[in-house]
């Protein structure tokens, strides 16, 4: 273990406040659903959900090497956290090219485009639909799943079904525990689960009008996109100018400057945010106008792929977009 070194020197602080954080309120966070009473119960889920949303910007932070200074490191914690997550499914090295592959293109670079799974589908793009205008994350969830069924339906994805069985018998097993022997817990979880979808759905939203390739399983086919299109189709979402509110999502609101410098850790981020204010690398949106659109173009949303240079200044609406649903980083499809 002599090579497990943070790859920041002011690091260990933040990286361990964060990570005690994550368990303490994941653990915590069961204990309260377990004991079930009127006040415990809404605290768990608020606690299992908050602790699965900074775990997976830890993933975040693991997929750009950012806090170990050896990769290795970073792949272990980073699949650690994806059981806590829920999304171990999916393979971490995967999310990772994923992720770096939305980075080095300058797109929103997927596999499988759900619109065109829905569109063949009439009655399950109706069900989607319905479920997002009562503000259910369908569209995430349905993600999720393709992770879990596409190993079992699509020969390419073949060499996924053993790390995909190992997850169903063990969360299924301990999800089914609950069922039986603590209902109001297995109920919790799923409401901390759907809440911890609507958080990251909500800040990845809005954050970019990149085009949208279906070419995440093709070699990559030369550059596209410079670095003023990355500036003009990115922006930046923080819950005002609270530290402590920004922390509620460790600081993934200012996008604009994670995209300005991708390996810089989440603590820093605000600090390079003030030194870029006036630049278009952080063209900013309030979190008033994301939770508006966010509600007026719910169901449009579903169907929708914004493209690029879609600048909010052009726009009569002042945040510019609607929205693109399905580019999740914690999928790797």
């Given at each position: 273990m002599s090579g497990l070194k943070l790859r920041h020197s002011?690091?260990?602080?933040?990286?361990?406040?964060?990570?005690?954080?994550?368990?303490?309120?994941?653990?915590?966070?069961?204990?309260?659903?377990?004991?079930?009473?009127?006040?415990?119960?809404?605290?768990?889920?608020?606690a299992v959900a908050?602790?699965?949303?900074?775990?997976?910007?830890?993933?975040?932070?693991?997929?750009?090497?950012?806090?170990?200074a050896d990769a290795k490191y970073n792949e272990m914690l980073g699949r650690a956290l994806l059981w806590i997550n829920g999304a171990s499914y999916g393979d971490?090295?995967?999310?990772?090219?994923?992720?770096?592959?939305?980075?080095?293109?300058?797109?929103?670079?997927?596999?499988?485009?759900?619109?065109?799974?829905?569109?063949?589908?009439?009655?399950l793009r109706r069900l989607i639909i319905a479920?997002?205008?009562?503000?259910v994350p369908a569209v995430d969830s349905l993600m999720h799943a393709l992770v879990i069924v596409l190993p079992f339906t699509h020969e390419k994805y073949r060499a996924q079904r053993k790390r995909v069985l190992i997850n169903l018998v063990i969360r299924g097993s301990a999800l089914l525990l609950l069922l039986i022997f603590a209902w109001p817990a297995f109920l919790g979880y799923?409401?901390?689960?759907?809440?911890?979808?609507?958080?990251?759905?909500?800040?990845?939203?809005?954050?970019?009008t990149f085009e949208v390739f279906i070419n995440l399983e093709q070699p990559r086919d030369g550059v596209r996109f410079d670095k003023d299109?990355?500036?003009?189709?990115?922006?930046?979402?923080?819950?005002?100018?609270?530290?402590?509110?920004?922390?509620?999502?460790?600081?993934?609101?200012?996008?604009?400057?994670?995209?300005?410098?991708?390996?810089?850790?989440?603590?820093?981020?605000?600090?390079?945010d003030r030194e870029l204010t006036g630049t278009c690398a952080t063209q900013a949106v309030s979190f008033r106008e994301v939770l508006r659109s966010y509600r007026r173009y719910r169901i449009a949303r579903v169907m929708n792929i914004d493209h690029g240079d879609m600048h909010a200044a052009a726009k009569a609406d002042r945040i510019g977009f609607v929205g693109v649903l399905g580019v999740s980083f914690l999928t790797a499809i």
């Open positions: 002011d690091a260990l602080l933040p990286t361990s406040a964060a990570l005690l954080y994550v368990t303490i309120m994941y653990v915590g966070g069961f204990l309260l659903l377990l004991h079930a009473h009127g006040w415990s119960w809404p605290l768990g889920v608020l908050h602790a699965m949303v900074i775990a997976s910007y830890l993933v975040h932070e693991c997929a750009h090497n950012a806090i170990f971490y090295a995967a999310i990772r090219h994923k992720h770096l592959r939305h980075h080095v293109d300058r797109a929103d670079v997927i596999a499988i485009d759900y619109r065109e799974i829905l569109r063949r589908r009439p009655l479920l997002e205008a009562i503000y799923l409401c901390a689960y759907v809440l911890f979808e609507i958080v990251l759905r909500t800040m990845d939203m809005h954050q970019h299109y990355e500036q003009r189709n990115t922006y930046s979402n923080p819950l005002g100018r609270s530290a402590l509110a920004n922390l509620i999502v460790l600081n993934f609101g200012y996008h604009g400057a994670h995209h300005e410098k991708p390996a810089l850790p989440w603590y820093k981020l605000p600090t390079l």
